[in-house]
């Protein structure tokens, strides 16, 4: 059994038009199963092209057709929309589906529009892509890249309060302290490597990784060759960073975010999720024990889902028992009012000394 943080499966069959059930990318839900899956995050990518214009329109065609496939395969698939839907999903022999955003261009700079994609289904969501947006500066950003914004810090925050998952990965690295100053709950990186091993600006320095093991957060090794070496890249280097990640103390956050359908070129020897037994085959080769590979292949990103998403029930559970009091004394408030207005009360006074009769007195 695995589970996998990232893919752009949904974004690439819409613009092919194809389906989630058997196609020609590198994961389809055949393979899916084929391959024992029990969790699959599935992205809906805002291509660059859609940053300035067209953002969420872009964001709501891709949603679209995440709900059309997981109609026609409801008997595979169960939406992760809650921390129980991580366990029920496996219990039903379904794959976990869990709905995330890459790239908040998404909410053209709204924060009503981060909370109605709440409603959409959507639990987690990149903060940026390569480049900048409302919420922040991308990597790509270079030397000149800022962290995040006011409205950014107000994105944070609220997805906090929302139990959405904050995904940094694409984030400049000044957005990534800022990310970790301003959250007040664990983050992940959900598809990058190690900066050490490869030198690619997506990668995370020791510092990073070291905040998001502190944090008991998540990070999703990355399948794309350019960010596992720097020439071409083997099944022996996604072992490397394996065990880099682990020798920095990462065990119990480290799993894998793949990236399937989002990149141009894979490992050699790997063709999409159909060879994900390899990578697990190799793995028990080089000595891991059963226990750590269950965390690496599917455990530490089920406790990451369910320790951020428990927080939307605990958030949702006070503001609820919050409104009824507001509620109740709102309504007696009024009922007051009410009252007072239609039904005044009549003091009746005691007749004063002046008042009284005089007493008769016998002539």
């Keep these: 059994m695995f589970s996998d943080a990232h893919c752009d499966t949904i974004s690439r069959i819409l613009d092919k038009d194809?389906?989630?059930?058997s196609n020609d990318g590198h994961l389809d839900l055949k393979r899916l199963k084929e391959q024992g899956c029990a969790l699959q995050f599935f992205a809906a990518w805002i291509e660059?092209?859609?940053e300035k214009y067209g953002a969420l329109a872009r964001c709501i065609d891709i949603i679209d057709k995440f709900y059309?496939?997981?109609?026609?395969?409801?008997?595979?698939?169960?939406?992760i929309e809650k921390s129980s839907d991580v366990d029920f999903a496996i219990e039903n022999n379904k794959i976990g589906a869990l709905l995330s955003i890459e790239g908040g261009?998404?909410?053209e700079g709204k924060l009503s529009t981060l909370r109605m994609l709440y409603k959409f289904g959507v639990r987690a969501m990149t903060l940026t892509w390569n480049g900048r947006n409302e919420i922040a500066d991308g990597i790509g950003e270079g030397d000149r890249a800022g962290g995040l914004s006011k409205f950014g810090f107000d994105v944070v925050r609220e997805m906090n309060n929302l139990g959405m998952i904050v995904d940094v990965s694409h984030l400049?690295?000044?957005?990534f302290w800022d990310v970790a100053q301003c959250s007040s709950h664990a983050f992940i990186a959900s598809h990058s490597n190690a900066k050490t091993l490869?030198?690619?600006?997506?990668n995370l320095t020791n510092e990073q990784i070291a905040e998001i093991v502190k944090r008991n957060g998540f990070i999703g090794i990355n399948l794309y060759s350019m960010f596992l070496s720097e020439s071409d890249a083997k099944i022996s280097d996604i072992m490397r960073h394996i065990d880099y990640f682990m020798s920095l103390g990462a065990e119990d956050v480290l799993g894998f975010g793949a990236d399937f359908?989002?990149?141009?070129?894979?490992?050699?020897?790997?063709?999409?999720?159909g060879d994900m037994q390899k990578i697990i085959n190799e793995l028990s080769k080089i000595g891991y024990s059963d226990i750590v590979l269950n965390k690496l292949l599917y455990s530490n990103l089920h406790r990451a889902i369910k320790q951020i998403m428990k927080i939307q029930k605990k958030n949702i559970?006070?503001?609820?028992?919050?409104?009824?009091?507001?509620?109740?004394i709102l309504f007696l408030v009024k009922m007051a009012i009410y009252f007072a207005a239609n039904f005044p009360l009549r003091v009746v006074a005691e007749p004063s000394s002046m008042d009284r009769p005089l007493p008769r007195t016998c002539a």
Aim: include cysteine; charge should be negative; proline fraction near 5%.
């Design 18 to 21: 194809q389906n989630l059930w």
């Design 172 to 175: 400049s690295e000044r957005g």
């Design 198 to 202: 490869c030198n690619h600006p997506r």
């Design 48 to 50: 660059p092209q859609f």
């Design 105 to 107: 261009s998404a909410l």
């Design 317 to 328: 559970a006070f503001c609820t028992v919050f409104i009824y009091y507001i509620s109740m």
């Design 261 to 273: 359908d989002g990149v141009d070129s894979l490992p050699e020897n790997i063709c999409g999720i």
């Design 68 to 79: 059309i496939e997981l109609e026609v395969n409801t008997e595979h698939l169960h939406l």
